[in-house]
């Protein structure tokens, strides 16, 4: 069987072999010997054995149906195969609820007390003690179906407590691999930014005696040497530019003392919106970013300048990820005891490999990047108490989500 655990697969064979094994006994055994009951002996067992691939739902009417003419052709009233008509109430206990199960035992029961319209009342006798084993035979079924169901009851029970107990542990595995993965990433950082901070540093003095010597030699070179007053002027932006570089190293690497104070985070999102509007260009000039604020966030402790750079950042890269004319939406909502802010774009969207390396420093997928744009917003949510991750599909968008505490920790 397709779909079936080897091991369960050898639970059915036993339970099939089983299964024909005891028909098999009770045809040899029938005290009705005729070709008719043998053969409806013979269905019912197969029904029984195919009851796991067609289903109770259709086993138990086809069962009911065939313990009818097998009970009236073995002596009616009499027959001892009665007690064949258990094994559908059985079924439907385990099966079905206790609505689907009793009306099954009900008919279980009507078919069986169907039987005293054929008693030929000319030529039997119904005696006290035939009423009393008739009624016994009609209370052993709501028994069955009642003892049957608390079983199965409990084995559903205990099967949901199982379920439960491994979804909260799946839930706690993921939580712990997070957690790993935080404190991996915490590590990394540290390491990096006491790296960067002493690099910069050193790093600051040759630039500064670059750019005046460069500034120096622009001066004092002839007007008519053109190529040393260009390559003067190369070395200053080139000076400019790595001097750009150190102090966003150094701002990954500074420690953030936060300047907290109660204030409105759409009003910050507002700012840090119309310094984009004020800022893009390229493909990202002719982006379109819509709001959509929920007007139910309170004010709440943060720093507005440093948040403000957050949501700069994460709206200018999702432009830049962008295609023309492309829409970013900026998005609130509170989130139990958090503040979530969404920024969504339509763009090339972020591959699985570099999901889990994007908030790391240094890494960028861009030609021209540094890799630290990330890694400083994730930082100053960090400080803030929140919480920074990202959805992706390639090839057709991103949602950085911001979480942010609506109580300051």
Avoid at 2 to 21: C, D, E
Avoid at 120 to 141: I, K, P, V, Y
Avoid at 367 to 394: C, F, N, Q, R, Y
Wanted: with cysteine.
């Amino acid at each position: 069987m397709l779909g079936v655990p080897p091991t369960w697969r050898s639970y059915l064979k036993l339970q099939n072999f089983i299964w024909v094994a005891l028909f098999a006994a009770l045809a040899t055994f029938s005290p009705e010997r005729s070709p008719t009951v043998i053969g409806l002996l013979v269905a019912i067992g197969a029904v029984q054995v195919l009851e796991p691939r067609i289903g109770a739902r259709f086993s138990i009417p086809i069962h009911l149906a065939l313990c009818y003419p097998l009970i009236y052709f073995s002596g009616s009233i009499e027959s001892s195969f009665w007690m064949l008509l258990l094994l559908p109430v059985i079924s439907a206990a385990t099966n079905f609820g206790p609505v689907g199960g009793s009306l099954v035992t009900l008919l279980a029961c009507a078919e069986d007390l169907s039987f005293i319209a054929f008693i030929n009342w000319q030529q039997q006798e119904f005696t006290r003690g035939a009423e009393l084993e008739l009624a016994l035979r009609l209370l052993l079924f709501p028994l069955v179906f009642y003892l049957t169901n608390q079983l199965a009851q409990a084995k559903r029970d205990e099967a949901a407590r199982y379920q439960k107990a491994a979804e909260e542990l799946a839930v706690a595995n993921e939580n712990l691999k997070k957690a790993q993965a935080e404190v991996r990433r915490s590590e990394r950082l540290a390491a990096l930014g006491q790296l960067t901070a002493g690099l910069a540093h050193e790093l600051r003095n040759p630039m500064g005696t670059m750019k005046t010597s460069a500034e120096l030699l622009a001066r004092n070179v002839p007007p008519e040497n053109a190529i040393a007053r260009e390559m003067a002027g190369y070395i200053q932006e080139e000076v400019d530019r790595t001097n750009s570089l150190i102090t966003r190293f150094l701002d990954f690497a500074r420690p953030q003392h936060l300047k907290m104070s109660s204030g409105d985070l759409t009003a910050t999102l507002d700012r840090a919106i119309d310094q984009f509007e004020r800022d893009k260009s390229g493909s990202a000039a002719s982006v379109t970013v819509f709001k959509n604020y929920s007007p139910d966030i309170p004010s709440i402790e943060f720093d507005a300048q440093l948040l403000e750079r957050v949501f700069y950042n994460l709206v200018m890269n999702a432009a830049q990820a962008s295609p023309e004319s492309g829409v970013v939406t900026v998005k609130t909502r509170l989130a139990g005891e958090q503040v979530e802010i969404a920024v969504i774009d339509r763009g090339t969207g972020i591959e699985l490999k570099d999901r889990e390396s994007i908030f790391n420093p240094f890494f960028t997928t861009k030609s021209d990047g540094v890799g630290l744009g990330l890694a400083i917003v994730s930082k100053i949510v960090d400080e803030h108490g929140g919480a920074i991750t990202v959805e992706s599909t390639p090839r057709e968008g991103s949602v950085f989500h911001v979480f942010l505490p609506l109580h300051a920790q």
